[in-house]
């Protein structure tokens, strides 16, 4: 049975440092606005949500996941979850030393086989994961995180503080059309040394920055039913139908077909 309220943070800790087995199951039922703070565990975690959407921040960038995704956090990698509706959190601690864990923070799909394997996980105790049948299906959930693609869902952070003055602000109005001159009266640097550093310190353009940061934007609006026509507007988009495009290219379907399918589950 899930949680009704988050473990107090110590309690969950030592939970986690102290599983009998390499993968400890942890459900929670968290209410809408929910924000962990800052912190990091001894092992690594996946993030998955059968219900909900959740932005999850680290230092090195922030991921939007909806329900039919999942983040994969390595151990000691300090990070935040934010819930923007209420979120039917399904997470799992696996132990460092199992082989072939990924190295880096990533959003995977999660396909019909990979939800199967979390929920069926979520309901072994840890200590049967070590052996038998449950080590099997640890290893079956491994294959699977490698074989799934990394989705498209990441904001990256730069560390220069010119740089995160101005993504704080964009994170904060989407909408914002201000471009790299304006911005370099406003930090006090050129507009061609702004966009070298953007591109070293994120690996993508201004332009291509901010339109990522609007799509991630509008998941949580969309999630919450609002119209595909007040999230454009809201997000930046001259019309719809730029916004429709827009997620079209990166996301590979329209904004009103992202969430039609339907939370399962629990």
């Known amino acids: 049975m899930p949680h009704a309220t988050p473990l107090p943070r110590e309690v969950l800790q030592r939970r986690i440092e102290s599983a009998p087995g390499p993968v400890q199951p942890y459900a929670c039922d968290y ?3 929910w924000d962990t703070g800052p912190h990091h565990h001894v092992r690594t975690q996946l993030v998955f949500a059968t219900q909900g959407v959740m932005t999850v921040s680290t230092p090195a960038g922030r991921w939007v996941v909806p329900p039919q995704l999942a983040v994969w956090i390595p151990a000691r990698l300090e990070h935040a979850l934010l819930m923007h509706r209420s979120v039917k959190l399904r997470t799992l601690y696996l132990d460092e030393r199992l082989p072939g864990l990924p190295a880096q923070p990533r959003v995977v799909n999660v396909s019909p086989l990979l939800r199967e394997l979390i929920l069926r996980l979520m309901a072994l105790p840890a200590e049967t994961t ?58 006090g640097a050129s507009p061609r040394t702004l966009a070298r550093r ?33 999230v454009a507007q809201e997000v930046g988009y001259e019309s719809p139908s730029a916004f429709i495009a827009a997620f079209r290219r990166r996301l590979g379907t329209s904004p009103g077909r992202y969430f039609s399918r339907p939370p399962e589950g629990a």
């Open 31 to 33: 209410p809408a606005g």
């Open 130 to 187: 070590a052996r038998g049948a449950g080590a099997r299906l640890v290893a079956v959930l491994l294959d699977e995180l490698h074989e799934g693609p990394t989705l498209p869902l990441h904001l990256p952070e730069p560390h220069d503080p010119a740089l995160r003055r101005i993504c704080t602000a964009l994170r904060n109005d989407p909408a914002n059309r201000d471009d790299l001159a304006i911005w370099g009266r406003t930090v």
């Open 198 to 230: 953007f591109q070293a310190q994120t690996g993508m353009g201004f332009a291509a920055w901010r339109q990522q940061a609007r799509l991630l934007a509008a998941l949580p609006l969309l999630a919450e039913g609002h119209s595909v026509t007040a």
